[in-house]
């Protein structure tokens, strides 16, 4: 599977980006997916997480209430609203397929990856 992100960007403290995940396969469907950041010198670290209808997620409690993971299959797509966002925010996101449960949070996990997008918080 091939996952491409976008929706990366500079905005200023509080403010609110949507980031965009869209895979290559049809099997989509079949996939829990997440989302996961890697400060500048820091590991990267679990976000997000959506089961494979959407029904369920997970957050980060560092994120909790003011992310929001959602999925389209249709459109083989997983989003990431990022509100209220703060400047320890600022970091590369990674989305990512899991074919397992959408509470495992281990890097190690996750089967496919995306290449990434900058998310730059300014204060």
């Known amino acids: 599977v091939q996952l491409q992100a976008s929706g990366g960007g500079l905005v200023q403290a509080g403010g609110s980006l949507r980031l965009s995940c869209t895979a290559s396969?049809?099997?989509?469907?079949?996939?829990?997916m997440g989302w996961f950041r890697q400060a500048p010198g820091k590991e990267r670290e679990f976000a997000s997480s959506i089961d494979r209808t959407g029904g369920n997620t997970y957050y980060a409690d560092s994120v909790k209430g003011r992310f929001t993971i959602s999925r389209d299959n249709a459109l083989r797509t997983v989003y990431l609203q990022m509100n209220s966002l703060k400047p320890e925010d600022t970091a590369v996101y990674f989305c990512?397929?899991?074919?397992?449960?959408?509470?495992?949070?281990?890097?190690?996990?996750?089967?496919?990856w995306g290449q990434g997008t900058l998310v730059t918080v300014s204060s």
């Open positions: 396969e049809r099997t989509f469907g079949s996939y829990v």
């Open positions: 990512a397929a899991n074919r397992g449960t959408h509470r495992d949070t281990r890097l190690s996990s996750y089967d496919y």
